[in-house]
């Protein structure tokens, strides 16, 4: 198991792309990594009707996803109480989640400092977004959904649409069939 002892902060909030947080999950838990699940606030929905309901992906799944306590190597927490010194590494699935995510103050500065104390910091499709907010694209070779590729350049960064991109400890992809490509280069920063 290449990452025993690795921790790892998957980010979520409402409208998270599903298999960009569960296929990261499985994949990284399967090489030994301890995964929190960051929430930005347990039932948080920027639309009232959807308040206080659990957090749910553009196609269903609900954090938490999985009930099995036994041998578990997850837990859940909020956001706002999360330090970046708690984590080897902080990954920003994509859907409409970023979105939401980019607009609390605490998880851009989780985000900022994690990536300034060298951590890996890896975002896939929309994840990106998140990452400008953050500050931490300008100057480097990124990727993501075609749809953010003008805000990635008007942030400094270098546009490159290819399967995963890794500039120093910034690792991006583009979109769920990059999945693979991605979770490989976490393995391979955290390895």
């Not at 298999?19 to 838990?29: A, D, K, N, Q, Y």
């Not at 990594?33 to 929430?39: E, K, M, P, Y």
């Not at 769920?176 to 280069?185: N, S």
Request: aromatic content about 8%.
């Amino acid at each position: 198991m290449k990452l025993s002892g690795k921790k790892v902060l998957i980010l979520v909030a409402n409208e998270f792309e599903d298999v960009e947080v569960t296929f990261p999950f499985l994949r990284l838990s399967e090489e030994g990594a301890w995964i929190t699940l960051g929430v930005l606030e347990m039932g948080f929905h920027p639309r009232p009707a959807f308040q206080g309901k659990p957090i749910t992906g553009r196609f269903g799944t609900t954090v938490p996803f999985i009930v099995n306590k036994e041998g578990k190597r997850y837990d859940m927490r909020p956001v706002g109480e999360l330090s970046p010194d708690e984590f080897d590494a902080v990954i920003i699935p994509g859907g409409f989640a970023p979105d939401y995510l980019r607009r609390d103050p605490h998880t851009v500065n989780l985000v900022r400092e994690a990536a300034a104390q060298g951590k890996p910091i890896a975002g896939i499709c929309h994840g990106p977004w998140l990452m400008i907010s953050a500050g931490v694209v300008s100057g480097r070779r990124v990727t993501g959904i075609v749809a953010i590729k003008d805000d990635l350049e008007n942030a400094g960064a270098t546009f490159v649409d290819e399967a995963v991109v890794v500039d120093g400890n910034i690792i991006s992809s583009r979109n769920p069939d990059d999945l693979p490509e991605f979770c490989r280069a976490i393995i391979e920063q955290l390895s």
